[in-house]
Nanobody, 123 residues
Framework: QGQLVESGGDSVQAGGSLKLSCAAS????????RAWFRQAPGKEREGVAT???????TYGDSVKGRFTISKDNANNILYLQMNSLKPEDTGTYYC?????????????????WGQGTQVTVSS
Protein backbone atom coordinates (compact mmCIF):
# COMPACT_ATOMS: atom_id res chain seq x y z
CA GLN A 1 0.00 0.00 0.00
CA GLY A 2 0.95 3.62 -0.31
CA GLN A 3 2.45 6.02 2.17
CA LEU A 4 2.14 9.80 2.36
CA VAL A 5 5.08 12.07 3.15
CA GLU A 6 4.75 15.84 3.60
CA SER A 7 7.48 18.35 2.84
CA GLY A 8 7.90 22.08 2.35
CA GLY A 9 7.22 23.33 5.85
CA ASP A 10 9.34 26.27 6.92
CA SER A 11 9.49 29.43 8.99
CA VAL A 12 8.23 32.51 7.14
CA GLN A 13 7.15 36.06 7.88
CA ALA A 14 3.53 37.16 7.91
CA GLY A 15 2.35 37.99 4.41
CA GLY A 16 4.69 35.47 2.83
CA SER A 17 3.93 32.35 0.84
CA LEU A 18 4.73 28.68 1.18
CA LYS A 19 3.93 25.59 -0.86
CA LEU A 20 3.56 22.24 0.87
CA SER A 21 3.87 18.90 -0.91
CA CYS A 22 2.49 15.49 -0.08
CA ALA A 23 4.13 12.69 -2.03
CA ALA A 24 2.73 9.19 -2.29
CA SER A 25 5.27 6.41 -2.07
CA UNK A 26 4.59 2.82 -2.94
CA UNK A 27 1.37 1.79 -4.62
CA UNK A 28 -1.99 3.37 -3.89
CA UNK A 29 -5.35 2.85 -5.54
CA UNK A 30 -8.95 4.06 -5.50
CA UNK A 31 -8.16 7.32 -3.71
CA UNK A 32 -11.17 9.58 -4.15
CA UNK A 33 -10.51 12.25 -1.56
CA ARG A 34 -7.35 14.06 -0.56
CA ALA A 35 -7.12 16.65 2.17
CA TRP A 36 -4.93 18.87 4.31
CA PHE A 37 -5.32 19.28 8.05
CA ARG A 38 -3.39 21.33 10.56
CA GLN A 39 -2.87 21.37 14.29
CA ALA A 40 -1.62 24.31 16.31
CA PRO A 41 0.08 23.80 19.68
CA GLY A 42 -2.52 23.11 22.35
CA LYS A 43 -5.38 22.93 19.83
CA GLU A 44 -7.29 20.16 18.08
CA ARG A 45 -6.61 19.13 14.51
CA GLU A 46 -8.73 21.08 12.02
CA GLY A 47 -9.57 20.65 8.37
CA VAL A 48 -7.86 23.02 5.95
CA ALA A 49 -8.86 21.88 2.46
CA THR A 50 -10.17 18.92 0.48
CA UNK A 51 -9.89 17.84 -3.14
CA UNK A 52 -12.16 15.16 -4.58
CA UNK A 53 -11.69 12.93 -7.60
CA UNK A 54 -13.67 15.29 -9.84
CA UNK A 55 -11.55 18.29 -8.94
CA UNK A 56 -14.00 19.90 -6.54
CA UNK A 57 -12.43 21.69 -3.58
CA THR A 58 -13.49 22.86 -0.14
CA TYR A 59 -11.69 25.14 2.29
CA GLY A 60 -11.90 26.00 5.93
CA ASP A 61 -13.31 29.45 6.59
CA SER A 62 -10.05 30.77 7.98
CA VAL A 63 -8.06 29.98 4.81
CA LYS A 64 -10.56 30.75 2.03
CA GLY A 65 -9.08 33.04 -0.58
CA ARG A 66 -5.54 32.46 0.65
CA PHE A 67 -4.88 28.71 0.28
CA THR A 68 -5.22 26.50 -2.79
CA ILE A 69 -5.23 22.70 -2.85
CA SER A 70 -4.18 20.94 -6.05
CA LYS A 71 -2.70 17.70 -7.33
CA ASP A 72 0.00 16.76 -9.82
CA ASN A 73 -1.57 13.64 -11.31
CA ALA A 74 1.51 12.62 -13.28
CA ASN A 75 3.67 12.43 -10.16
CA ASN A 76 0.90 11.71 -7.65
CA ILE A 77 1.73 14.69 -5.45
CA LEU A 78 -0.77 16.75 -3.49
CA TYR A 79 0.01 20.43 -2.97
CA LEU A 80 -1.14 23.18 -0.67
CA GLN A 81 -0.25 26.65 -1.88
CA MET A 82 -0.43 29.09 1.02
CA ASN A 83 -0.41 32.83 0.38
CA SER A 84 -0.79 35.85 2.64
CA LEU A 85 0.25 33.78 5.61
CA LYS A 86 -0.76 34.90 9.09
CA PRO A 87 0.70 34.00 12.49
CA GLU A 88 -2.46 32.03 13.25
CA ASP A 89 -1.60 29.70 10.35
CA THR A 90 1.26 28.35 12.45
CA GLY A 91 1.02 24.64 13.14
CA THR A 92 1.81 21.15 11.96
CA TYR A 93 0.24 20.40 8.59
CA TYR A 94 -0.86 16.89 7.66
CA CYS A 95 -2.03 15.44 4.37
CA UNK A 96 -4.55 12.64 4.25
CA UNK A 97 -6.24 10.42 1.68
CA UNK A 98 -9.45 8.40 1.66
CA UNK A 99 -11.11 5.74 -0.46
CA UNK A 100 -14.43 7.44 0.29
CA UNK A 101 -15.99 10.57 -1.15
CA UNK A 102 -15.02 13.83 0.50
CA UNK A 103 -17.58 14.62 3.17
CA UNK A 104 -15.95 16.95 5.66
CA UNK A 105 -13.56 16.77 8.56
CA UNK A 106 -14.21 13.34 10.01
CA UNK A 107 -10.68 12.13 10.64
CA UNK A 108 -11.81 8.50 10.88
CA UNK A 109 -12.78 8.50 7.20
CA UNK A 110 -9.19 8.95 6.03
CA UNK A 111 -7.26 5.79 5.32
CA UNK A 112 -3.79 7.31 4.96
CA TRP A 113 -1.95 10.04 6.88
CA GLY A 114 1.39 11.73 6.55
CA GLN A 115 3.65 12.44 9.51
CA GLY A 116 3.24 16.20 9.25
CA THR A 117 5.39 19.18 8.34
CA GLN A 118 5.89 22.26 10.51
CA VAL A 119 4.83 25.71 9.37
CA THR A 120 5.77 28.71 11.48
CA VAL A 121 4.59 32.22 10.60
CA SER A 122 6.15 35.09 12.49
CA SER A 123 4.89 38.67 12.73
Amino acid sequence: QGQLVESGGDSVQAGGSLKLSCAASGYTYSIYCRAWFRQAPGKEREGVATLDGDGATTYGDSVKGRFTISKDNANNILYLQMNSLKPEDTGTYYCAASHKYCSGGDLDEYNYWGQGTQVTVSS
